[in-house]
């Protein structure tokens, strides 16, 4: 099992500076600590929708790369987004999902089949074409500039416990200002 | 309206020629039957635009979303029910986030000469004072003649980055 911040840690190492990357939850607040950045996008309005607003992305902006920090509970609420993006075929999509286990923002109540639930194989039924599972943070490490190079859809659940604690700065992740600043990094008006 | 029949649904032609006039280029949709032969069956064979087929309709809300911060216009075809389910995904993103998430709803069940306020069906009657309570603006597309209008309304939408729903509220002819 390996601790949430500790994987983001390496995703941090290969964020280019014209990545976006979408964090929802406790993701979002681990990335917000470690890797503030105005290509954030973090207003995903409703649970599960992180997804769906990647896949708007990758498809609007063909040219870079979207990365989207999921939960699992998050993935469960849009299960069928795994679907539609395998019928898209988004090439420039890279979903990691943070696997826990839990509804950790709600209480760390487990989840449903908490014990038998399996990311990647949802994943690869879904259509998926190419996708991993890590619970070992120097084989993430090994693997991730690998996985980053493939041409997406690609999907990673990532086993992991919670590690520090960050700031849960709900007004930041919801605020007009949070997406002002998105809107504009993105059109180079920053 | 169409011919002799008074009661003739929108021309899916004349709906396509009004989304490319208002440069929409993504459609994300759930089938509907109101929607399907007129309108979805013809977006889907027409290269102007890429079609994102759903498995469920608040990913399209969210889809449209990203699409709007990459300045990319789309619009969201779906059922009432569609709109109904994925409540929560409009009244946060774009409601409350002051998205232009433009909407196509197609009116299953509601009655050809009744306008859907006035419809026998619960589930089509609540649809525009449920928009009027959450704010988003509406219009209703009943024949052909009303078509004209939703090139300026998805302009509008955009250009004010609020949501738009326009209502289909007869089946929409080949």
Same mark, same amino acid.
């Given at each position: 099992?390996?601790?949430?911040d500790?994987?983001?840690?390496?995703?941090?190492?290969?964020?280019?500076?014209?990545?976006?990357?979408?964090?929802?939850?406790q993701?979002?607040f681990d990335?917000?600590r470690?890797?503030?950045?105005?290509?954030?996008?973090?207003?995903?309005?409703?649970?599960?929708?992180?997804?769906?607003?990647?896949?708007?992305?990758?498809?609007? /902006?063909?040219?870079?790369?979207?990365?989207?920090?999921?939960?699992?509970?998050? /993935?469960?609420?849009?299960?069928?987004?795994?679907?539609?993006?395998?019928?898209?075929?988004?090439?420039?999509?890279?979903?990691?999902?943070?696997?826990?286990?839990?509804?950790?923002?709600?209480?760390?109540?487990?989840?449903?089949?908490?014990?038998?639930?399996?990311?990647?194989?949802?994943?690869?039924?879904?259509?998926?074409?190419?996708?991993?599972?890590?619970?070992?943070?120097?084989?993430?490490?090994?693997?991730?500039?690998?996985?980053?190079?493939?041409?997406?859809?690609?999907?990673?659940?990532?086993?992991?416990?919670p590690g520090d604690p960050s700031p849960q700065?709900?007004?930041?992740?919801?605020?007009?200002?949070?997406?002002?600043?998105?809107?504009?990094?993105?059109?180079?008006?920053? | 309206?169409?011919?002799?029949?008074?009661?003739?649904?929108?021309?899916?032609?004349?709906?396509?020629?009004?989304?490319?006039?208002?440069?929409?280029?993504?459609?994300?949709?759930?089938?509907?039957?109101?929607?399907?032969?007129?309108?979805?069956?013809?977006?889907?064979?027409?290269?102007?635009?890429?079609?994102?087929?759903?498995?469920?309709?608040?990913?399209?809300?969210?889809?449209?979303?990203?699409?709007?911060?990459?300045?990319?216009?789309?619009?969201?075809?779906?059922?009432?029910?569609?709109?109904?389910?994925?409540?929560?995904?409009?009244?946060?993103?774009?409601?409350?986030?002051?998205?232009?998430?433009?909407?196509?709803?197609?009116?299953?069940?509601?009655?050809?000469?009744?306008?859907?306020?006035?419809?026998?069906?619960?589930?089509?009657?609540?649809?525009?004072?449920?928009?009027?309570?959450?704010?988003?603006?509406?219009?209703?597309?009943?024949?052909?003649?009303?078509?004209?209008?939703?090139?300026?309304?998805?302009?509008?939408?955009?250009?004010?980055?609020?949501?738009?729903?326009?209502?289909?509220?007869?089946?929409?002819?080949?």
């Open positions: 099992m390996m601790r949430r500790h994987c983001l840690q390496q995703l941090v190492r290969h964020r280019r500076d014209d990545d976006i990357v979408v964090a929802t939850y993701a979002a990335w917000m470690l890797a503030p950045h105005p290509l954030n996008y973090l207003s995903i309005g409703a649970m599960g929708q992180a997804s769906s607003h990647a896949l708007g992305l990758a498809l609007g /902006l063909p040219d870079r790369r979207v990365i989207v920090l999921d939960g699992d509970g998050s /993935l469960l609420m849009n299960l069928g987004s795994l679907v539609t993006i395998a019928g898209a075929a988004p090439r420039n999509l890279f979903h990691f999902v943070c696997d826990n286990r839990c509804y950790e923002a709600n209480g760390s109540h487990p989840l449903p089949a908490a014990d038998r639930v399996d990311f990647a194989a949802l994943a690869c039924a879904a259509g998926i074409p190419h996708v991993a599972s890590f619970d070992q943070v120097d084989a993430l490490a090994a693997e991730l500039p690998k996985l980053l190079a493939l041409e997406g859809p690609v999907l990673v659940a990532l086993k992991v416990v700065d709900y007004a930041f992740l919801h605020g007009e200002e949070t997406r002002r600043r998105f809107k504009a990094a993105l059109h180079g008006a920053l | 309206m169409t011919g002799g029949n008074s009661f003739a649904g929108p021309s899916g032609g004349a709906i396509i020629a009004a989304l490319k006039q208002a440069r929409v280029e993504f459609v994300a949709a759930v089938p509907d039957i109101v929607t399907s032969a007129g309108l979805l069956w013809p977006l889907s064979r027409d290269p102007a635009f890429r079609l994102v087929r759903l498995c469920k309709e608040d990913e399209g809300v969210s889809i449209c979303a990203g699409l709007a911060f990459a300045d990319r216009r789309a619009v969201l075809l779906m059922q009432q029910t569609g709109f109904l389910d994925s409540l929560n995904s409009i009244r946060a993103i774009a409601v409350e986030y002051a998205q232009p998430i433009c909407m196509l709803i197609g009116l299953q069940g509601k009655e050809p000469d009744r306008l859907p306020t006035a419809s026998e069906r619960y589930g089509v009657r609540i649809i525009e004072p449920i928009m009027e309570a959450m704010g988003i603006d509406h219009m209703n597309i009943e024949g052909t003649a009303d078509i004209a209008a939703l090139i300026p309304a998805i302009d509008r939408a955009y250009a004010q980055s609020r949501p738009l729903a326009a209502l289909i509220g007869r089946t929409v002819e080949q």
